[in-house]
């Protein structure tokens, strides 16, 4: 794909990305972190559409905006107001010094690869695709599934009163 549509899409989505990841690691209420998460991960499923992976691009929205944020969601929603606020941390200077090295290295990566193009691009069909998720890669997205009800039921056990136990201990 060339032309000039295609390359104003990938500056535009690499620019809402970019933007939403920074607005998730400088916003300090974590409602409004989740709400750039979810704009970064749109921004993800709309490279994978510039790339012709519709598939991935709508399993992307469908599991990460659909699912993850919505469990980090509720996540955040559950906890008390006073734990929601995103502090200063210890850590700053450390994880400033670890993102330039990775940028580092990413630099070079991108420097020293030899980035050939193919003339032909790869055919997987989407039934194929799905025959390998869901004989191959079952197992995986079950333990994911089992993993995030898990969160989510002890997310909401974390955050009960204590009032709300006595009524259950009762019943």
């Known amino acids: ?20 990841a920074g607005g998730v690691v400088v916003s300090r209420n974590l409602l409004h972190a989740v709400l750039f998460l979810i704009l970064a991960f749109i921004g993800v499923a709309g490279f994978f559409v ?37 502090g200063e941390t210890a850590m700053a200077l450390p994880a400033l010094l670890l993102a330039i090295a990775v940028a580092t290295v990413f630099i070079f990566v ?41 969160a989510l039921v002890g997310a909401i056990m974390l955050v009960r009163s204590r009032e709300e136990e006595a009524e259950d201990a009762l019943a």
Do not use: C, H
């Open 1 to 20: 794909m060339e032309g000039f549509g295609v390359n104003f899409a990938f500056w535009t989505l690499s620019a809402v990305t970019l933007g939403a």
């Open 50 to 86: 510039l790339l012709s992976a519709e598939f991935i691009a709508m399993a992307q929205v469908i599991i990460y905006v659909g699912a993850i944020s919505v469990l980090v969601l509720f996540a955040v929603l559950l906890t008390p107001r006073a734990g929601r606020d995103n």
């Open 110 to 150: 991108v420097n020293d690869t030899n980035w050939t193009t193919v003339a032909k691009s790869p055919e997987l069909a989407t039934a194929e695709l799905g025959t390998a998720l869901l004989s191959t890669w079952v197992l995986p997205f079950e333990l994911a599934s089992v993993l995030l009800t898990a």
